[in-house]
């Protein structure tokens, strides 16, 4: 199993569609995870970060699922403006703290 | 004011030289990283470097190393740059968790 795992798409979807994404890690021991948008030909920049209880910023959802050691995301009503790869990542690397990511999953919001 | 920023951000050279790129972040971060991605996309870790420890990724060949002259300068050498070499690299930071990024350095190895 990949140490982080993700569909890589295209998602496409029509302007207001509620669209979801998982990532899966091999790591049970991991404790930060967390979601980056990257844009084309730009460097990925934090999202939202991804708690045990779960966190919601305005139209985006984080949850986290440790027993099946996935992290998903949730975006409603979706705006042409989400078109972008979503980065998920997780701290792998032992004692030391390693931003480790998976592969992206690319968005498409269509009129 | 950038928090991560490193030069150059394009960089054309011959196969063969040796090439350095520069970042520095003002945020006060006690990590540093180098990533890079390849034309498929894919952010792979290349170093973690926090003052005390520096992690490399086994897979990345000893032509590169890093250099870090202080807490908020990790800059990264590359010597016999090869036409696989051709990617983008970024450099990252991070003190407790999220890591914040540069605007990245597209090498083109011709």
């Known amino acids: 199993r990949k140490e982080v795992e993700q569909d890589p798409g295209p998602f496409n979807v029509p302007e207001g569609a509620t669209v979801a994404f998982n990532c899966t890690y091999s790591?049970?021991?991991?404790?930060?995870f967390f979601w980056y948008r990257q844009d084309c030909r730009k460097e990925p920049k934090l999202l939202m970060s991804v708690y045990s209880s779960g966190n919601e910023d305005g139209r985006f959802t984080a949850q986290l699922n440790r027993a099946s050691q996935y992290i998903s995301l949730l975006i409603r009503d979706s705006k042409l403006s989400d078109s972008a790869t979503y980065l998920c990542v997780v701290p792998l690397g032992g004692g030391s703290y390693i931003p480790t990511f998976g592969r992206g999953t690319s968005l498409i919001v269509h009129p | 004011d950038t928090a991560v920023s490193q030069t150059p951000k394009y960089l054309v050279t011959q196969m063969g030289n040796d090439k350095s790129i520069k970042c520095e972040q003002n945020?006060?971060?006690?990590?540093m990283y180098w990533y890079k991605q390849d034309s498929k996309k894919f952010l792979k870790i290349m170093f973690s470097y926090n003052n005390k420890e520096l992690i490399i990724n086994e897979t990345v060949p000893n032509r590169f190393s890093p250099k870090s002259p202080d807490k908020a300068h990790l800059n990264l050498h590359i010597n016999s740059l090869e036409l696989g070499d051709s990617a983008v690299y970024f450099c990252a930071s991070s003190q407790s968790g999220s890591a914040f990024f540069g605007q990245g350095t597209r090498l083109t190895v011709v």
């Open positions: 945020l006060g971060h006690d990590t």
């Open positions: 790591n049970s021991a991991s404790q930060s």
